[in-house]
């Protein structure tokens, strides 16, 4: 459904993009993940064609961005990261206006109207004037404008910033609901927010895309950076003695040792769990008591931070100047 | 056509929406109004020709601040993103907003109707001349807005735009004037008459005031007119780049 390939930006000297590819296939969400400045809003930028491509390709349902940039745009419903309300509108008026420019007429006209009303729930509020309304109500606004128009493609900038906990569950459920029939894009750069709205992720780090592919997959790699905690009613010796003849596991370190117990750290060269499964029976083997194995949890945040550490570590290795940090206003 | 609509729709809502339209409007229509009749009686003619004399002046003042909020709110609060994500093309987002001042601009000018009235009821003045001091006002309006836009559109802050529309206005203003005309002939032979026929904005105006309608006139008011906006349509585009 979107299609990028080989995109770069340069805002005069400063790539704010450097040569980012990537694919979303219908009904799917793509979470776009990277700090602040990364570049994420100017890729969205781009896709939405606000901006032109210095370089590469974006194609959206088969059509390039620069060739038909109208086409694209009636296909794509977008919420910028400044949320584009005019505050002097009511909201009725501000959502048929929005409507109304994106070609819907009369009866289609009413017919989405009530239908994103309805999705984003803010029924009661249709006759405030936009700058009333709390923050979450700003944000729904936002959303409804953007999906008026029954766009096949949804792109969200930030669709959670600022917004209270319950708030920012009740969005993401939304986007949720939205991707069964929808091809979402989203950014943040708040891990968890990923996790729990989408699989498949993109981390972009300035301007370059550091890391693709399901959020599993990315967390398994940062668990084999990890060491394996173990916690057995066993004789201390014995323990290490056993640990070291199993094959992958390497560095063992005892850890602490009380009441016979004993709690031990050990690093595994390739797959985790042959290596572990080798513990267990090992210790089922001896008659210890398991009270703990396993790798300590692994948040987004480590991910992210090993990912991005490598990314750098490799940038450094190549020689290249790493990129100015961007702000999008 | 249709999207020229719903833009000129919010836009000339947008002008109405908040009291600053209304407050325009009043100051307008005291300031030219109140000028012309303080001198009105004194003078014992009964015409407009001090009425429309001043506004290429007074519109220095009045019309960058009718054009200044055009595309610079919209880039400060954000919106700038929605319009130029909508299926439409820039021109007629230009097309939307520049009518709707324009429109706002007629309205006010329109409040000055009871001017004619009244002098029509105490004395006999000269329709046509009047007629074309209207027309003529429109036309200048046309320009100056069509300016305005253009800036609007290079600044987020609508203080920068309304000055610097009034600055780029005031050079056409005084490019037309007869001292500035004779002054530039005395330096280069042939520059002055330049500035006055195809720059300034004086000879033109004063033509069309007089009653006459020749073309050229109006055709210097709508050339600078859509040079503007062509200029405005093609900086949005550039911005993308």
Redesign the interface.
Known sequence: MIRVENLSKEYGPVRALDDVSFEVGRQQILGFLGPNGAGKSTAMKIITTYLAPTSGKVLVDGIDVTEDPIAVRRRIGYLPETNPLYMDMRVDEYLRFCGQARGLRGEELRRRFDFVVEATRIGHMLKKEINQLSKGFKQRTGLAQALIHDPPVLILDEPTSGLDPLQIIEIRKLIQDLAREKTIIFSTHILSEISSTTNNVIIINQGKAIARGQINELTRDAYRELPVRASLVAPRDAVEAQLQQISGVDHVSVLGESDGQVSVEFRVQGDIGPAQRAVGEAALANGWTVLELGTPEVTLEDVFIAIVQNSDKAKIHDGQPAAAEVTHG | MA?IG??FR?EFR?YF??SIAYIFMIVFLLFTAGIFMSGFFLQGAADMRSFFGNLPLFNLFFLPAVTMRLWAEDKR??????L??????AHEIVAGKYLAALAFYAISLAGTITLPIMIAAIGNPDLGAIAGGYIGSLLLGAFYLAVGIFVSGLFKDQIAAFVVALMICLFFFFAGMPIVVATTDGWVNGLGSFLENFVGITAHFEDIQRGVLDMRNVLYFLTMTGLFLVLNTLSLEGR??
């Open positions: 999207n719903i833009i919010r947008a929406d908040s609060i954000g919106t700038m993103e929605l130029m994500t909508f299926p439409m093309k993308k780049y």
